[in-house]
């Protein structure tokens, strides 16, 4: 071979360090890990987000030994100035309520919902007597159930279920203290209290008829009622079922009343109507009503939930860069490089 | 992406090469000016045993690795410093 064209050691060395250093100059402008957080737990939410988002929660079911009311205060962490809200269940009434600043008395926003009446319709127009679902979940009738589990991400979530005496209706309330896997498609927010409607052995009187569920919401005089569709958990991201709500803002803050567009009747999924949102001046409410299809078995889920400001805030910050262990790779790069600089110091000397 | 460990690792390796290849010219040559050039590359060593134990260990934090690896780096540049002025 020409001697001009053989390639000298040296030279071969200082463009094996070039590339090198080229190589690693140029990756290190490439979107990195550093500073992007993990999901160990496999609940799509970036664990550094889970772990700054985590709410104190205290959850019971009142009072001993036979309860029928609920008890939830859910209060940020670490946020600039925390936030908290209350939802309680008493006398056949949801109350939830939003404090911008935990710790104040006076809710910024909230509402009370109810359930009132189940009834046949058919087209719009009732059929049979309806039957008073406020009267069965009154104190009397009504008795709730407080369990402690563990999610499918290892997470504490506290459920609640609340059965009325006849069987007929019953709610089951979820609360988790962070995002938690409840199942391999819903992942709980520790901003909003989930919820289960079960409907079990409806005594249908016509076989063409749906099942109305009639809802109240009441809320204070100030706040302002609108329906969003889809909802914002939808728009965000955080949810990943098709949902509507109902929002209740006073100014930037807000709380809401979500549920998703299907049901499970008699197992099978089937759409759910829900009837115009309306204000009855004489009761002071808004109503709707959720419409399902026949079945014997009616399983729904909408949520309660608030805006919170506080997890606004934590999401929103700048946010300091991590660094990320891996002793595989940093051995594998030790060896290696540690054989190149061996192999160069060996080949520079026989070359002497 | 986890570049950090790769640099870190790199660091270390060619730290501990020069240091080596300095002091063995040192002892060879005896020359003072090839002391104070493993001193130098002994620092860079110390910084690389020092940031992969505080990767490996989760002990720095980016701040943290900022001080750490600013406060080497002025070690070293001091001891060139000295080494270019005494030439």
């Avoid at chain 1, 009311?69 to 109350?95: C, N, P, Y």
């Avoid at chain 1, 728009?235 to 809401?256: K, W």
């Avoid at chain 1, 078995?297 to 939930?305: E, F, N, W």
Wanted: net charge negative.
């Amino acid at each position: 071979m020409p001697r001009a064209m053989r390639l000298r050691l040296e030279d071969a060395s200082v463009l094996l360090a070039g590339l090198l250093a080229a190589l690693l100059l140029l990756a290190s402008f490439a979107p990195s890990g550093v500073g992007k957080g993990v999901d160990v737990d496999d609940d799509t939410i970036d664990d550094d987000l889970e772990a700054e988002t985590a709410r104190a929660v205290v959850a019971v079911a009142v009072p001993a030994p036979f309860p029928n009311q609920i008890v939830v205060t859910s209060r940020s962490v670490g946020a600039e100035v925390d936030d908290a809200f209350d939802l309680t269940f008493e006398d056949g009434r949801f109350d939830l309520a939003y404090f911008r600043e935990a710790g104040t008395e006076t809710a910024a926003v909230g509402y009370r919902l109810e359930f009132r009446d189940l009834v046949e319709w058919r087209n719009g127009e009732e059929v049979g007597d309806a039957v008073d679902v406020r009267e069965l979940l009154r104190r009397g009738t009504v008795r709730v159930n407080a369990t402690r589990s563990i999610s499918l991400d290892g997470e504490n979530v506290t459920t609640f279920q609340i059965r009325e005496v006849t069987g007929l209706f019953g709610v089951d309330l979820h609360v988790a203290e962070r995002f938690a896997k409840w199942t391999p498609t819903l992942v709980l927010s520790p901003m909003e209290v989930k919820m289960d409607i079960f409907i079990e052995g409806y005594p249908f009187v016509a076989a063409d008829t749906d099942l109305a569920l009639e809802i109240r919401v009441r809320v204070l005089d100030g706040y302002d009622v609108s329906e969003a569709h889809p909802s914002r958990d939808v728009q965000e991201g955080y949810s990943g079922v098709d949902e509507r709500e109902i929002v209740v803002s006073a100014g930037e803050l807000a709380t809401f009343f979500a549920w998703a567009e299907t049901a499970t009747v008699d197992g099978a999924e089937r759409p759910v109507a829900v009837t115009d949102l309306r204000f009855e001046p004489e009761e002071g409410e808004w109503s709707l009503a959720f419409v399902y299809p026949q079945g014997q078995r009616i399983v729904h889920d909408p949520k309660l939930g608030v805006v919170s400001q506080a997890f606004e805030e934590i999401v929103t910050r700048p946010k300091e860069p991590t660094l990320t262990p891996d002793p595989f790779l940093f051995s594998l790069s030790l060896v290696v490089l540690a054989i190149l600089v061996l192999a160069a110091v060996s080949l520079r000397r026989r070359r002497r | 992406m986890v570049l950090e460990n790769v640099i870190v690792a790199g660091v270390t390796v060619f730290a501990l090469a020069l240091t080596v290849i300095a002091a063995a010219a040192y002892r060879r040559t005896g020359e003072r000016s090839l002391l104070m050039l493993a001193a130098a590359f002994a620092l860079f060593l110390a910084k690389g045993v020092a940031l992969s134990l505080g990767l490996l260990l989760r002990l720095l934090f980016v701040p943290d690795l900022f001080v750490l690896s600013s406060a080497f780096d002025v070690a070293i540049l001091a001891l060139f410093f000295v080494y270019t002025l005494r030439r």
